[in-house]
C-alpha cells in the first residue's frame, strides 16, 4: 500500500517547498524507497503552457510531453524517477473532469459541489497519479500542495488532503507544513508569530501538522523551536530548521541531520535501510571546490526573472560539477544590445541564447549570435536559439537576404524557420508537405528519439542517436538547408519520421565549437550525471579561456566534415 506524505505551505509563497519535497524524496529514495511526487496547482488554467513566464516561471516538459510545473524539474533532479503527466494537475483539470462527468449523467441527476464531488476528484486524481508511477507501486508519494494556507483557491485541495488522510487511517499518510520564521532587523530577533497563526489557520481546517519545516535567513535556535512547538501542537524535534544555504543539493543532507526522514518513517510505520547520501555530499564537495573557472552570458528576454530558466541554469550548473569548472552566468537582456551593441559580449568565455516566444528582443539574439561566430567564441543555442543561429547564418554567411521565421516576420522572402505547413517558396514551386502530417502548426512536445549523422560534433557528444524533450512550434525549413550545407553549415541529427533538422552546427574550420539543438537538453539534466552536451558546452569554454581568448587560435577538437 502506498503511504501519503502532503507537503502545504503557509505566510508567503516561494520558500521553496517543491525543492524541500524533492529533498525528503531524495533521503527516502537513499534508504531504498520508491518515491513518487505529485504537484497540485491551485489555479483554473488547465496547465503553464499559455501563462507568462514573469507570472509562472518556467514551463517543464515531461518525456510524454506535458507542460507542467516548473517544480517537477525539481523532483526529477532529485530523485531518479521521470516525471509524467499524471504528476501534476491544477484546479482546472479537477473542474473540467468533473463537468466532462456531470454532462454525462454520470453523478445521476445529483447536484453538483465542491464537497464531495471536487473532492472526490482531487483524491482519484493523486491516487492515480501515484499509482501511474513508472517504478511500479510506490512505497511513498509525496504530494505538494501549491500555494499557501489561506488562500480561497487551495481549500478544496487542502479538503481532499483531510478527507484523504482521514480515509486512509493512521500511519498512512502525514503532513509537512513550510512556513516563515522572518528576521526582524529593527528587533534583532526572529519571530515566531507568523509561523503559529499559518498552524493554527491550517488546524482550523482539520489538518494538524506532524512535522514543521521552518524557513529562516539563518539556523532557528532551540528556545524559539520549543516557542513554535508548544504553540503549534507539534513535538520540539520534529520542529526542523531549513536555513538559507549557497546551494540546493546541500538541503537533503540538512533535513537528514535534522531526522526529518527518521520522523517521517515513524509516522508511517516504515523501516528502511539507512540512508546513504554520500552521492550528495561527493555533489557539494564539487561544487565548493572548483579547479577552474568560466564566465558565460545567457543572452534573453526574461533575465529579470531567472526562474524562466531554471533548468537551464542547474543544467550548467551539473556541468560545472562534472567539469570541476564553476560556471559564472551573466544575464544578458538582449534588447540591450539591440540598442547600446554588443560591448556586453567581450569579456565572454561562451555565450548561450535560450528557447523562447515572440519577437521582443529577436535582433538583440542574432547580433550576439553573430559576434559568437564570427570571434570564435564557443555557442549553444537551445530551442530559438538553434533557430536564431540559422537566421543569423542564412543572412551574413549564405546571402539569403531578409531571411528570418514566419514567426517574426509572415512575409519574409526566405522563411529559413516556420511552420512546415509554411514550406514551400513563395511562387508555390516547392510542394508543401504531405497532409497527413499531423504536425501541421502544433506544437511539438515531449521526448523524441533521432539518429545522429556521423562525422559530427553532435556525434562526438551523444553518440549514435539523442533523444531530448520538445516545446516548439517552429521548424528550420528543409528546402533552405541545402544552400546553408554548401556555405558550412551542418544539420547533424534529423527526426527519423517527419525529416525535421534536430541539431546543427557549423563545420569544424569555420568555427571550434557552435551546436544548436531543436530540443531542450536542459530538461533531462541531473546533478548526478550531468548532460553530455552541457559538459562539452563548459569544456568548450574552458578551453577558450585558457587560451586566453585567443580567437585565431581557440581550437577544441574539430570534427571532420
Known sequence: MTKYVFFTGGVVSSLGKGIAAASLAAILESRGLKVILLKLDPYINVDPGTMSPFQHGEVFVTEDGAETDLDLGHYERFISIKMRRSNNFTTGQIYESVIRKERRGEYLGKTVQVIPHITNEIQAFIERGATSAVCGTPDVAIVEIGGTVGDIESLPFLEAARQMGLRLGRHNSCFVHLTLVPFIATAGELKTKPTQHSVQKLREIGISPHVLLCRADRRIPDDDRAKISLFSNVLQDAVISVWDVSSIYKIPQMLHNQGLDKIICHELRITPNPADLTPWSDLVYRLEHPRYEVTIGMVGKYVELTESYKSLIEALCHASLHTLTRVNIEYIDSEQI???????????DAILVPGGFGQRGIEGKIKAIRYAREEKVPYLGICLGMQLAVIEFSRHVANLRWANSTEFDPLTPNPVVALITEWCDRDGTVEKRSESSDL?????????????????????????????????????????????????????ARTPTEDLPEMMELRGDLHPWFVGCQSHPEFTSTPRDGHPLFKAYVEAALVYHQQGKNRESAKVAPCVN
Open 338 to 348: 539591440e540598442m547600446e551593441g554588443i560591448d556586453s559580449l567581450v569579456h565572454l
Open 440 to 492: 501541421g502548426g502544433t506544437m511539438r512536445l515531449g521526448a523524441q528519439r533521432c539518429p545522429v549523422k556521423t562525422g559530427t560534433r553532435a556525434e562526438q557528444i551523444y553518440g549514435n542517436d539523442v533523444n531530448e524533450r520538445h516545446r516548439h512550434r517552429y521548424e528550420v525549413n528543409n528546402y533552405f538547408v541545402p544552400t546553408l550545407e554548401a556555405n558550412g553549415l551542418i544539420i547533424s
